[in-house]
């Protein structure tokens, strides 16, 4: 079921895409895409405040033996909830880079949908050395 919508969105952003349908027009409109997924979170913080970014440089304690110790020392530097406004800021611009994405699957003749299996399958046989 989940490949039929997958493969759905595909169709639907082939049909919708018509002005820019040149490889190079796909590729600037998906730079810019995540330019603005950058922006929208970059906001929620320096604009909303909603969340914070606090970075550190890492400093992992002696005596870690297995990478869940490691997981536990791991931090993602955000402090903070997203308000609604900023979920659906960010939400809305993460949607455009999916759009874009299935348009440069489309434009390369690649099924998105296989794209995301082949990563997810990738990602699950690897597991933590699969870290890029």
Not at 13 to 35: N, P
Not at 49 to 55: R, Y
Not at 96 to 106: D, E, Q, S
Request: charged share 25%; with cysteine.
């Amino acid at each position: 079921m989940k490949d039929l919508i997958c493969d759905e969105f595909q169709n639907v952003v082939g049909d919708l895409l018509i002005r820019h349908r040149s490889i190079l027009d796909v590729l600037s409109k998906l730079s810019e895409a995540t330019s603005r997924v950058n922006r929208a979170v970059s906001k929620s913080v320096t604009e909303c405040g909603c969340v914070s970014i606090q970075a550190e440089k890492l400093q992992l304690p002696e005596g870690i033996d297995s990478f869940d110790q490691l997981r536990e020392c791991l931090d993602d530097h955000m402090r903070g909830v997203l308000c609604e406004h900023c979920q659906e800021v960010i939400s809305s611009e993460l949607g455009k880079m999916l759009f874009y994405t299935a348009a440069l699957c489309n434009t390369l003749d690649l099924n998105l949908y296989d794209v995301f299996l082949k990563e997810y399958k990738k990602a699950s046989a690897l597991g933590v050395f699969n870290m890029t």
